[in-house]
Every structure is written in structure tokens, then in C-alpha cells.
């Protein structure tokens, strides 16, 4: 089962004082505004069941921890524990407030990159290269393998998919 949450949270407003103090010129904030949530959050529904099961966790948290493990190079763990550790990692992928416990865990990121599949995530990397595309001054470092029309992540999955004979 899958619940779309709010696209546009309040930033942490009670927990920290941050609410109004985290910089409106963050990269990483710059970034959540220039990608198409919506869109992503309606094609991640049709992965799951309506009305039945446990939840799915929040398109915008997997698909923003995606973003960041593709764009600073990182381990699905790596993602998860920067994401702990920084309120803009945070924000950016949709909390409304900071989270002080462990929010989701880094085998999420892998079972759902197999869920998803190469079409979805193919159509992540294109989001995501054209926010980056139409923002020139956000500076990430990536490193992007394979060649750019299959895609960061339809790559790892013919990756993967060769290492377990699929």
C-alpha cells in the first residue's frame, strides 16, 4: 500500500529552531525545488497495492535518497547515515521535521531500486539531470558510469542483474 505524503513540509518548525534558519540558498534545497516531486511520487505509486498492506515509505524520501547516494557517490548505508546527520539531507528528502531516530533502513534502498525497476529509475536520472541541466549553479559532484542514454541507475541494475545471473 502506498499514501502520497504533503510536497511542501514546513522545515523542522518545532523540534529545532531551524524552521526559518536553515539557508534559503542551500544546493540542497535549490534542488528540491527544481525537481518534479509530483510526477515521481505518481509513477512510484503504481508500484503498490492501493489499500492494502503495510504503507510504503514516502516517494520522496526513496527517491531523494537516491539522488543522494547518485550524486555524492555513496553506499545505500552511507546515504542513509548522512541523511541522519544532516537537516538539508533531510529536508530535501521531504521531513518535515528533523529526525533524531533512524527513519528508514539503508536495505529499503535496494529492495526498492528492484521494485522500481530500470523504467523508473531511468526516468529518476533524467528528472534529476534536467533540474541540473536548468540549474547550472547547484555544483555536484558526480560520478556517473556508463553511458548517458541507459542511465545511472538501469545501469547498476544490468550491473546487478549480471551478478545474480538474472
Known amino acids: 500500500m502506498y499514501r502520497s505524503e504533503k510536497f511542501n513540509p514546513t522545515l523542522f518548525g518545532k523540534l529545532f529552531h ?27 505509486g503504481r508500484f503498490f497495492a ?8 514516502d516517494s520522496r524520501l526513496v527517491c531523494g535518497l537516491l539522488v543522494v547516494k547518485q550524486l555524492k557517490n555513496l553506499s545505500d548505508e552511507d546515504a542513509v547515515a548522512e541523511f541522519m546527520e544532516s537537516p538539508y539531507l533531510q529536508a530535501f528528502c521531504g ?45 555536484f559532484r558526480s560520478a556517473r558510469g556508463g553511458s548517458r542514454e541507459e542511465g545511472f541507475w538501469a545501469g547498476l541494475l544490468e550491473k546487478l542483474g549480471g551478478l545474480f545471473g538474472k
Do not use: C, H, Q
Open 95 to 139: 521531513l518535515e521535521y528533523f529526525a533524531l531516530e533512524d527513519v528508514i533502513n539503508p536495505g529499503i534502498l535496494s529492495e526498492r531500486r528492484k521494485r522500481l525497476g530500470a523504467e523508473f529509475l531511468a526516468l529518476l536520472d533524467s528528472e534529476l539531470s534536467a533540474a541540473l541541466k536548468a540549474n547550472r549553479d547547484l555544483k
Open 18 to 44: 531551524l524552521g526559518g534558519k536553515l539557508a534559503d540558498g542551500n544546493r540542497w534545497l535549490k534542488l528540491a525545488e527544481s525537481l518534479p516531486w509530483e510526477k515521481l511520487d505518481a509513477e512510484y
Open 50 to 57: 492501493a489499500g492494502y498492506g503495510r504503507p510504503a515509505k
